[in-house]
């Protein structure tokens, strides 16, 4: 069965530290990835979307990695700013699925206290 | 442009009741999709239409039933709500597959808070 975890369910950091927030995957085959930011009360909003043969992609002071090979991506956040605060959610799309071809993670929880 | 609205925002029902959720795309998408969110787990896919004039059931279809009103209208309807829908409804809608430089994206509404009493 197709599965995305994620980890850290929840992290707590302090305004200007940086982060690294988990994916882990066990799609296949694999088409892509993306990154979404949820802000509390919103719908999810796309922060980076990788394929197969993109290791980085940078997106202002977030940046993904994604290693096909171990099938983990992380997404790490630089200087963070107290509108970092949200939810992230790691998406895998598998290669041939159709509309229906998405697998989502459960988030993790972010906040950024000043 | 206003991307993919839905109504209503919030809305509470009681157990029995019927209503229709609301989602109209002006980007001129070809596929949109309802999901459902709970806490503490992964947006869970409900139905999804891949172009005009088709849909097809997503993991949890059991309760629902939609309707692709044409190319920017999507509803999503419960016809005898029960708490176990308390959810948060979200609409989002596709760059058509297949091609195009962003992947497939998905955008999404602002959600719909419903709450069966």
């Known amino acids: 069965k197709n599965q995305v975890e994620q980890s850290p369910q929840s992290l707590i950091i302090l305004e200007g530290k940086n982060c690294t927030l988990q994916c882990n995957y066990t799609v296949s085959p694999f088409s892509n990835l993306r990154w979404y930011k949820q802000d509390t009360g919103r719908g999810p909003v796309s922060l980076t979307i990788?394929?197969?043969?993109?290791n980085t992609k940078s997106n202002g002071r977030y940046t993904a990695t994604l290693d096909a090979d171990t099938k983990q991506s992380s997404l790490h956040i630089t200087a963070s700013q107290l509108s970092d605060s949200a939810s992230y959610i790691c998406v895998v799309r598998v290669s041939g699925g159709g509309a229906d071809g998405l697998t989502f993670g459960k988030g993790t929880h972010l906040i950024i206290q000043p | 442009n206003a991307g993919v609205t839905q109504t209503p925002k919030f809305q509470v029902l009681k157990t029995g009741q019927s209503m229709t959720l609301q989602c109209a795309q002006d980007?001129?998408?070809?596929?949109m999709y309802w999901y459902r969110q709970d806490p503490g787990m992964g947006l869970r896919l409900i139905y999804y239409s891949a172009s005009e004039g088709t849909t097809d059931k997503g993991e949890v279809p059991n309760g629902y039933n939609v309707s692709r009103l044409n190319k920017r209208e999507f509803s999503l309807r419960l016809e005898s709500a029960a708490p176990s829908q308390t959810s948060v409804y979200f609409c989002?809608?596709?760059?058509?597959?297949?091609?195009?430089?962003?992947?497939?994206?998905?955008?999404f509404g602002p959600g719909t808070r419903l709450t069966v009493l």
């Open positions: 990788m394929t197969f043969s993109e």
């Open positions: 989002a809608s596709t760059y058509p597959l297949g091609g195009g430089p962003r992947y497939n994206e998905q955008f």
């Open positions: 980007m001129n998408h070809n596929s």
